[in-house]
């Protein structure tokens, strides 16, 4: 396996059971659907999803220019690998309430797709429990790459299932409701202007 480019670690702050790889303004989070218990996104904004609601978890990233081609399941509870798409190319691990940890930028590379693989361990410690101290490890390798739908490398913690059976048993998210044709909504406006004017009977 090559060497990555640039590697860190650090605590990171979690919140609702979660902490973001965000670019620079983007914080609106993605529909709820945890279809593989550990990881879903949206152009822009991925989720993990931690065992904690809140509190810190060990985070460390390793960035890659090519891919890391042998997953080593190792120690780990869950890895999996998810396609994300930074739309700035300044994608980085971020705390929603906190300031983002000391963490290097996860996509030097610019704007684009790339893959993450994220290791996890420890989410059944404390589940639903506040962490004071770290109880979870969390391990990012990350590279440029095209969009591919998910590798499940290790499923075995009671978290992840919990995860992703609410993610079968709930509705799928429903479109919003499209917009009446123009003809319409000048007929409406005429019937609301036609309803305020004073009465000179």
Not at 26 to 45: A, D, W
Not at 164 to 173: I, L, M, V, Y
Request: with cysteine; hydrophobic share 35%.
């Amino acid at each position: 396996m090559s060497e990555p480019v640039t590697a860190a670690s650090a605590l990171v702050r979690v919140e609702y059971h979660a902490f973001h790889l965000a670019d620079i303004g983007q914080h609106r989070q993605p529909p709820f659907r945890p279809e593989n218990g550990l990881i879903f996104s949206r152009p822009g904004l991925a989720v993990v999803l931690v065992g904690a609601s809140s509190g810190v978890v060990n985070v460390q990233v390793q960035v890659y220019e090519q891919p890391v081609t042998s997953p080593d399941t190792t120690g780990w509870d869950e890895v999996v690998d998810h396609s994300i798409e930074s739309v700035s190319g300044q994608m980085q691990v971020a705390a929603m309430m906190d300031d983002p940890p000391d963490l290097p930028l996860l996509t030097p590379f610019g704007p684009g797709h790339y893959r993450v693989r994220v290791h996890a361990r420890g989410r059944d410690r404390g589940y639903d429990a506040v962490a004071f101290e770290p109880a979870e490890d969390y391990l990012l390798q990350i590279w440029p790459a095209t969009p591919e739908k998910d590798t499940v490398h290790q499923h075995t913690d009671q978290c992840g299932q919990n995860w992703r059976s609410s993610a079968t048993s709930a509705p799928e998210p429903s479109a919003p409701p499209a917009a009446a044709p123009a003809w319409e909504q000048q007929a409406r406006a005429r019937l609301k202007r036609a309803s305020t004017q004073p009465n000179n009977n």
